[in-house]
């Protein structure tokens, strides 16, 4: 029951946190059956719920086991349905009650549930792929074992990809993997169980990291953040049916992967390049300019008609606003206070600002039903969380708008600069359409090779 209250709360927690959400392969989970979900792991509790959300299907997490130490909160942590597991570098003196973890697994598959598994063991905001611990091959070739291998567990690759999991209103791309059967394996497994083991979490890295963004030098991984935000745009393709964080998702891939060979071969050309790059989003910075204003070669908007679009809507902002703000504050100054490792932060502000809402949402409700009746407090309730929906949209325009009236002013008084950052602008695109191209041609080449 707490699971599923819970679950529900998330869902609009979710959706009111991230700006844009966009799921691919939800189509390869089926509907029934014994699974094994397998993903990367960027931002803590934040990953379990953005799958927990969107997936159909009642999941079990498998937990870091020193959680449970208390009896209160393993009790509290059993009926999120997560599962305790030690691992020998966190809990060495218990890691000999995995034993009791994998028979809880075994039991769970055999009834035909679904665990949700993060094989790199921690959390790490970072876009690469960690080491993988072989828990979840064991688990499932285990309770394939167990049942002469016709149990049919499948594992599914999952790719979780942020733009940045900590900032509220940003983007998430999940992105689903077709089902590894592991009674494929009921041969080799016979075998050599050890091998099977090691081949098994073999393919489920590949499979991850078809789907993940993977950076392998952290060195670079501030460039290819600046040139996703320069020249992704650039390459989108807004006549094809995809969306857009999917069509993102391979761009950064291709942009990651070309910056990396690129390194590993004319280094000081990346070098110069980062250099380049920083000056002119510094330079745009001073003028408190945005990189897509300098794209275009004409700024200016109907200001007219979005003067007219913010007056019009502003009394219901105002109404979405006044029993908004409250709980956007509060929940702003309580993520504030609770400290954390970078990884937590996007989870303690998701569920900070859940609770948060809610209560206060509740206490507003309680207040106006005082006032005038239970069903005017209960309408009003339904009502707050799209109200506060339209109130970010709002303020997004305004900000918008404002932006538009900073760039005619900017532009009346130092439109030499602008046209020197435009100039400078084109010079970085033509650098990176000429490295693009390079780097396919490179591509072509070595294609055959490896076909």
């Known amino acids: 029951m707490l699971y599923r209250i819970l679950n529900w709360l998330f869902i609009f927690a979710v959706k009111?946190?991230?700006r844009s959400i966009s799921i691919r392969g939800l189509e390869q989970?089926?509907?029934?059956?014994?699974?094994?979900?397998?993903?990367?792991?960027?931002?803590?509790?934040?990953?379990?719920?953005?799958?927990?959300?969107?997936?159909r299907r009642t999941l079990y997490f498998l937990s870091r086991g020193s959680a449970f130490r208390k009896k209160f909160v393993a009790s509290l942590l059993g009926k999120l349905h997560m599962i305790p597991v030690f691992r020998p570098e966190f809990e060495p003196e218990d890691v000999g009650r995995n034993q009791a973890t994998f028979a809880r697994c075994f039991d769970h598959l055999s009834a035909g549930k679904v665990i949700l598994i993060f094989p790199e063991g921690v959390s790490k905001t970072e876009r690469r792929l960690r080491p993988l611990k072989t828990g979840i091959a064991?688990?499932?070739l285990g309770a394939e074992q167990r049942h002469d291998f016709q149990l049919g567990v499948n594992i599914i690759p999952i790719g979780i990809n942020y733009s940045n999991p900590h900032q509220f209103q940003s983007d998430v791309f999940v992105n689903v993997g077709r089902p590894i059967p592991?009674?494929?394996?009921?041969?080799?497994?016979?075998?050599?169980?050890?091998a099977t083991v090691y081949e098994v979490?073999?393919?489920?890295?590949?499979?991850?990291?078809?789907?993940?963004?993977?950076?392998?030098?952290?060195?670079?991984?501030?460039?290819?953040?600046?040139?996703?935000?320069l020249y992704r745009s650039e390459l989108r393709d807004d006549t094809l049916p995809a969306d857009k964080l999917r069509q993102d998702f391979y761009l950064s891939k291709d942009i990651a992967a070309a910056v990396q060979w690129f390194d590993e071969n004319d280094p000081d050309k990346v070098m110069a390049f980062d250099r380049r790059i920083r000056s002119y989003l510094r330079h745009a910075d001073r003028l408190n300019l945005r990189d897509t204003q300098l794209k275009d070669s004409d700024s200016r908007t109907a200001l007219?008609?979005?003067?007219?679009?913010?007056?019009?809507g502003f009394p219901l902002f105002l109404a979405g606003w006044i029993v908004n703000v409250i709980p956007?504050?509060?929940?702003?100054?309580?993520?504030?206070?609770?400290?954390?490792r970078e990884d937590f932060v996007g989870s303690i502000r998701l569920a900070a600002g859940m609770f948060v809402f809610l209560i206060v949402y509740l206490l507003e409700a309680g207040v106006i039903s005082w006032w005038t009746s239970w069903p005017v407090g209960f309408a009003s309730l339904?009502?707050?969380?799209?109200?506060?929906?339209?109130?970010?949209?709002?303020?997004?325009?305004?900000?918008?708008?404002?932006?538009?009236?900073?760039?005619?002013?900017?532009?009346?008084?130092?439109?030499?600069?602008?046209?020197?950052?435009?100039?400078?602008?084109?010079e970085l695109i033509r650098a990176l359409e000429d490295g693009r191209r390079q780097y396919e041609q490179i591509k072509s080449a070595d294609s055959p090779k490896h076909s």
């Open 182 to 194: 592991l009674d494929a394996f009921r041969e080799s497994f016979t075998r050599d169980e050890k």
């Open 16 to 18: 009111g946190y991230f």
């Open 382 to 426: 339904l009502l707050f969380y799209p109200a506060g929906v339209y109130t970010l949209h709002y303020l997004k325009a305004a900000w918008k708008f404002r932006y538009s009236l900073d760039y005619l002013f900017i532009w009346r008084k130092r439109k030499h600069l602008i046209e020197r950052l435009r100039t400078i602008r084109s």
């Open 304 to 312: 007219f008609r979005d003067i007219l679009l913010l007056i019009l």
């Open 29 to 55: 989970i089926p509907a029934r059956g014994p699974l094994l979900l397998a993903a990367n792991h960027t931002s803590a509790f934040m990953d379990p719920i953005v799958l927990g959300v969107h997936i």
């Open 328 to 340: 956007f504050k509060l929940a702003e100054w309580v993520s504030r206070k609770i400290r954390v």
């Open 201 to 229: 979490m073999d393919l489920l890295r590949s499979e991850l990291e078809k789907r993940t963004v993977i950076i392998k030098d952290e060195r670079l991984a501030g460039l290819v953040e600046l040139i996703e935000k």
């Open 138 to 140: 064991r688990i499932g």
